[in-house]
């Protein structure tokens, strides 16, 4: 049996394991992920978390597995959540610095609602053409080194548009030849009151998520480098609720990018070992 506690950040719902003493063997966090995320049959979730001992000098270690079982560099609402938990678990202070592949993270927790200092972008790509049917032009940003990818893509009439349609056009940008190592895809329509309607397929989760921290961020840079929104604060509305990125820096080139939102704890228990069984195919 494995302890458990289930959290989410705007709707990204996630499985957190304590993983600093009691230690799964490194070839099994993949099988792990992905039996505790796949939804029925499992707790259901977009991804797992772990919190290990810090590897350089900071409070803990962060990691992501995605639904599918791969490893993510970093991610937005699962470095928040992790964040509180860290807080509410007494493994750190309601100021804290965690280590991700992606490199360092900064939190702060004030009660439910967690901010983090998101890691820079290292590589920007303003002007990106791809073909999918038509040409589109879209905007590449990869946040953190090595980064995690994402694409931000603007979109007349996101608003009515049906996400089973949109997830056939996302789908198609995540494997696009154009991005080697896949790509997050975030849907974009700026709205009359200055908000900004966003729809993010996830790479690794394969679907359209209730939210997503690092494409939020991404379409807000992404806002700004094309001159349409000046900041420094933008809102985010997702289908899981309001993410608040603010932009500290704007010239000679765009930094100290920090994500706000609700987090939430639902669930504590234990992962019983038949939840942890492969699941054979059936027909």
């Not at 499992?42 to 900071?58: H, Q, R």
């Not at 590589?123 to 090595?146: H, M, Q, R, S, W």
Request: proline share 4%.
């Amino acid at each position: 049996m494995i302890p458990f506690t289930k959290m989410n950040g705007a709707g990204n719902d996630f499985i957190v394991l304590d993983h600093r003493h009691e230690k799964f063997e490194e070839g099994s966090l993949k099988d792990i992920a992905i039996s505790v995320c796949r939804r029925r049959f499992g707790l259901g979730a977009d991804g797992l978390l772990l919190i290990e001992l810090p590897k350089t000098d900071t409070d803990f270690t962060m990691r992501i597995f995605n639904a599918d079982g791969s490893e993510g560099e970093m991610c937005g609402n699962g470095a928040r959540c992790i964040a509180r938990y860290a807080y509410e678990k007494g493994i750190a202070k309601e100021h804290m610095v965690f280590d991700t592949l992606a490199g360092k993270v900064e939190a702060t927790v004030r009660g439910s609602e967690v901010a983090i200092k998101l890691n820079d972008p290292s590589i920007v790509e303003k002007k990106k053409n791809i073909f999918i049917d038509k040409a589109l032009t879209c905007i590449y940003i990869e946040l953190g080194d090595p980064g995690v990818p994402h694409v931000v893509v603007p979109f007349n009439g996101l608003t009515d548009m049906p996400l089973t349609e949109l997830l056939v056009l996302g789908r198609q940008l995540r494997y696009h030849q154009g991005f080697p190592k896949g790509t997050n895809v975030n849907f974009y329509e700026k709205l009359e009151n200055d908000h900004v309607l966003v729809r993010t397929y996830e790479r690794g989760v394969e679907d359209i998520t209730m939210a997503c921290g690092t494409g939020a961020a991404s379409v807000a840079i992404a806002l700004v480098l094309e001159g349409i929104m000046k900041g420094p604060k933008i809102k985010i509305l997702t289908l899981g609720g309001v993410l608040e990125i603010t932009i500290g820096q704007f010239a000679p080139k765009v930094q100290h990018i920090y994500l706000k939102g609700d987090t939430a704890f639902v669930a504590e228990g234990k992962i019983l070992d038949e939840g942890l069984r492969k699941i054979e195919e059936r027909w």
